[in-house]
């Protein structure tokens, strides 16, 4: 059963068997140093906006101590063959990559990828930064691997190199094998899927991730789900999930974007996507609330 849990996520890492994960995706707090709020946009114009996300705090470039033993379940929680991205950006990346080297061995070390945006504002000593680091490791043993191609707009057709060449909207393209330098936007004001949760991730990214890297009923998890961008990509491909966050307002968030796939499901129905299924909410951070309940 696909659940969703209001815990400390390394709290619910420790209690899960070993070897019982296929795939994790971690995107914590980067290590800002400010507590994020959430943001005004698209369906969260009224009370929502300017409430008490999460905290983050700062960083001297070493992980957290809460990611470093969360880093410290996965050699025993991902079967053989099963892997982790973990996305972080330059406060900690560099010791983090030391780190998982050391956890799950440099020779298992399958790639850094660069997620590269345009967003936000434009220093005046320093380069912009303007790209998050996603490492991407296996847990040893053979591991499941999709290679992908994406559109390469051409500024004008080149047919003459034999390679096929097709049209739409936005003029003449070609495929390519997707490589490790990822050009996605980041969500604008007006994105249909913006929540308003602070540091919501795009579903495309989390699309690519999960199809290239997991099979349809693999069980992907995320210890730290925010807005719940993991569980509702992993829903509609048919993946398998456990999704966990300690703060009410990302259960909030991710239980009303969850239920609102639910509503849509007739719609989503025959366009691809796998059926959705049912999946089961349980608080522990609030005993009154504390038996699972089963949602649609
Ligand atoms: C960067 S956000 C995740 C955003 C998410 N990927 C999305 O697309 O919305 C980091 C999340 O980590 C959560 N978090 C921080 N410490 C945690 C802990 N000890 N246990 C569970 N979640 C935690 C925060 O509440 C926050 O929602």
């Known amino acids: 059963m696909d659940r969703l849990i209001?815990?400390?996520?390394?709290?619910?890492?420790?209690g899960l068997p070993d070897g019982s994960l296929d795939f994790v995706y971690l995107d914590p707090p980067f290590g800002a140093g400010r507590t994020h709020a959430t943001l005004r946009g698209r369906g969260n114009r009224g009370a929502l906006?300017?409430?008490?996300?999460y905290a983050d705090p700062g960083t001297d470039g070493a992980p957290s101590p809460w990611l470093t033993a969360l880093l410290g379940e996965m050699p025993r929680l991902l079967r053989p063959g099963g892997a982790i991205i973990l996305h972080l950006d330059w406060r900690t990346v560099h010791r983090a990559k030391v780190l998982l080297d050391d956890l799950l061995?440099?020779?298992n070390f399958l790639n850094e990828i660069i997620w590269h945006y345009a967003t936000g504002g434009i220093p005046g000593r320093w380069f912009a930064r303007k790209h998050d680091t996603l490492l991407?490791?296996?847990?040893?043993?053979?591991?499941?691997f999709e290679?992908?191609?994406?559109?390469?707009?051409?500024?004008?057709?080149?047919?003459?190199?034999?390679l096929p060449e097709y049209r739409d909207e936005g003029g003449w393209y070609r495929y390519r094998s997707l490589d490790d330098v990822w050009e996605i936007p980041w969500l604008t004001q007006d994105a249909k899927e913006r929540t308003g949760y602070p540091s919501?991730?795009?579903?495309?990214?989390?699309?690519?991730?999960?199809?290239?890297?997991?099979?349809v009923?693999?069980?992907?998890?995320?210890?730290?789900?925010?807005?719940g961008t993991t569980a509702a990509v992993a829903r509609r491909l048919g993946r398998a999930w456990l999704a966990v966050d300690r703060e009410p307002l990302a259960i909030d968030v991710t239980r009303a974007r969850l239920d609102a796939m639910t509503m849509r499901a007739p719609m989503?129905?025959?366009?691809?996507?796998?059926?959705?299924?049912?999946?089961?909410?349980?608080?522990?951070?609030?005993?009154?609330?504390?038996?699972?309940?089963?949602?649609?």
């Open 6 to 14: 209001r815990a400390d996520g390394l709290e619910v890492a420790r």
């Open 49 to 53: 906006a300017g409430r008490r996300a």
């Open 147 to 162: 290679r992908m191609t994406i559109k390469k707009y051409l500024a004008h057709r080149m047919s003459r190199r034999g």
């Open 268 to 296: 989503l129905a025959g366009l691809g996507d796998e059926p959705l299924r049912a999946y089961q909410f349980e608080d522990r951070l609030e005993p009154s609330l504390a038996p699972g309940k089963e949602l649609p």
């Open 105 to 107: 061995g440099a020779e």
């Open 200 to 215: 919501q991730k795009p579903e495309a990214l989390l699309e690519r991730i999960l199809r290239a890297t997991t099979r």
């Open 136 to 144: 991407y490791y296996r847990n040893g043993g053979e591991h499941h």
């Open 217 to 227: 009923g693999d069980l992907v998890a995320d210890f730290c789900v925010g807005s």
